[in-house]
């Protein structure tokens, strides 16, 4: 997600073991509870409408736009009725032009379907004065898959969609789901204005960077909650049985100090915690207490360090070809911290889409340029297109990443 003065919405990744029940698929499925809290996974239920993860609900007033040969994204868009439909037309056509400029630089194979809604995320007591809800969009569903290294992770559905598993896969209507502030329609540049005001930020810009967290360009990784402990996902299924999970942007996450892959880490918890039975949260804090102390895992230090941790795109090894996370701000940042480069590395580059702050009083195509993008509307750098094609983005550059493998076994 993309935050707005000192401000964002948070990926909650903290130490909660997530109840899971057993599902009537065979393959492993777990679902965010909606689109503005994508790291709080369940297990995939029967209701796979992806509506139902918006605050808008049910379908009810979509629009729909479909696919075309040079855009990828369906669109069901839906808006706040209280907006004018000027307004509400604008942000359809952002999401619309979001998708055309990511279909330009990527080579998707098959569409990607968008559950959409620019509505009223404040509520009837109004957003808080601290805090700018700007929005979020993210998978609608993960789907557990085996990679290049035989590892199991978590995948985005898309991105399960483009390996084309066999069976029956419980697919979500929609692959992206996605929540937008209607309240905040004043401070975003739409399609069809004019001219930007210094304090507006690209509409289309944020879209852009929020449909890359939901292709998958974010990380498991976050404080446990056991003094400065960060961890993965820690899953239980109804028999209380514990299993540890990344997910696949996290196959190439590296500590640059010794270029040691946080994976390694990973592992480091799967021996100590896979297959247990989880009996109170002191128990297993105990336990995750005891690895970090011997397997010196990292810390919310690290995570507050900058240049500390990094991105290390497939086929790379020198730690020196990182590309490095947000690592800076302090207390760690959840949605911020980790899942974007770094802004101080990269806010005046070609790669500026995916820092954790919006840039204000410039449209895509001014920040391009003054960045020295290859084109006017690149907007998606050589540094984010390396993640991309990493975690499995088909590029016109790189049109066959590796497809990984669907686990076709019951959740864990």
Same mark, same amino acid.
């Given at each position: 997600m993309i935050a707005s003065s000192c401000s964002c919405l948070c990926l909650v990744v903290l130490l909660v073991v997530v109840l $899971?029940?057993?599902?009537?698929?065979?393959? =492993?499925?777990? =679902?965010? =509870?909606?689109? $503005?809290?994508?790291?709080? $996974?369940? /297990?995939?239920?029967? =209701?796979?409408?992806?509506?139902s993860k918006l605050t808008t609900g049910p379908q009810i007033g979509?629009?729909?736009?479909?696919?075309t040969k040079n855009n990828a994204f369906e669109l069901s868009f839906t808006c706040d009725p209280t907006m004018d439909k000027r307004t509400c037309n604008k942000?359809?056509?952002?999401? /619309?032009k979001a998708g055309a400029l990511l279909s330009k630089i990527y080579k998707f194979p098959q569409k990607i379907t968008v559950a959409a809604e620019f509505a009223d995320l404040c509520g009837a007591s109004g957003c808080p004065p601290d805090r700018t809800i700007i929005g979020q969009a993210g998978p609608s569903r993960f789907f557990s898959m085996k990679g290049s290294d035989g590892v199991v992770r978590l995948y985005p559905q898309i991105l399960t969609k483009f390996a084309n598993p066999p069976g029956p896969v419980p697919y979500a209507t929609h692959d992206i789901i996605a929540s937008f502030n209607s309240k905040l329609a004043s401070r975003f540049f739409l399609p069809g204005d004019k001219h930007i005001k210094p304090d507006q930020v690209d509409f289309v810009a944020v879209i852009a960077h929020e449909f890359h967290h939901g292709l998958g360009l974010l990380s498991s990784w976050g404080p446990s909650g056991v003094n400065n402990v960060v961890t993965p996902f820690i899953l239980s299924d109804d028999l209380n049985i514990l299993r540890v999970r990344e997910v696949v942007f996290d196959q190439f996450v590296i500590r640059t100090v010794e270029g040691r892959h946080l994976t390694d880490f990973t592992k480091d918890f799967e021996k100590a915690i896979d297959g247990t039975t989880f009996t109170t949260n002191e128990a297993l804090a105990s336990v995750i207490e005891d690895v970090a102390n011997k397997n010196l895992i990292p810390t919310t230090s690290d995570y507050v360090t900058p240049d500390a941790i990094g991105f290390l795109p497939i086929g790379k090894t020198a730690i020196t070809d990182a590309v490095i996370l947000e690592t800076t701000l302090v207390p760690f940042a959840e949605g911020s911290t980790g899942s974007h480069v770094d802004y101080k590395t990269y806010s005046t580059s070609p790669d500026w889409l995916m820092i954790f702050r919006a840039i204000r009083g410039k449209t895509f195509q001014q920040i391009d340029k003054d960045n020295g993008a290859a084109t006017p509307d690149t907007i998606a750098g050589p540094h984010i297109k390396a993640i991309m094609e990493s975690i499995g983005i088909p590029t016109p550059e790189n049109p066959n990443p590796f497809v990984p493998t669907i686990v076709n076994e019951p959740p864990v």
């Open positions: $899971l029940a057993s599902p009537s698929a065979s393959y =492993e499925c777990f =679902e965010p =509870e909606s689109a $503005l809290d994508i790291t709080k $996974l369940n /297990i995939c239920n029967d =209701e796979n409408n992806a509506y979509y629009i729909k736009n479909q696919a942000a359809r056509k952002a999401f /619309i």
